[in-house]
């Protein structure tokens, strides 16, 4: 064996020591990036589980409203009509003390 080959299979060899280290680093990395993932994709799952719920809460709000809001209008009509049959409606009461002004004046 010539001292050539011999230095040329010692730089290959070291070479190859360094790829060894390198592919070991990166299978480290890859490793933890998997692991990783699988923490991405359960809050992905938690997400879209939390998008979910919040949706129907403002459906169930949405008609908690709606709702409300025709009791509401319901009121005011009776309201409005209990006023109407009592003349309260449109400045048609008048007091007595009004009624006695005017009869002085």
Known sequence: MSP???AIEVV????LAACLFYFWRLDKRLAALRSGQDGVLRAAAE?????AQAEAA???????ASEAG???QSRIN???ATADRLG???GRVRTSA???????I
């Open 70 to 72: 025709r009791d509401l």
């Open 47 to 51: 997400l879209a589980q939390a998008t």
């Open 58 to 64: 403002v459906r169930s709000l949405r008609a908690t």
């Open 12 to 15: 290959l060899a070291l070479m």
């Open 78 to 80: 009776d309201a409005r």
């Open 4 to 6: 050539i080959t011999l």
């Open 98 to 104: 009004d009624l006695g002004v005017r009869g002085r």
């Open 88 to 90: 309260l409606g449109a």
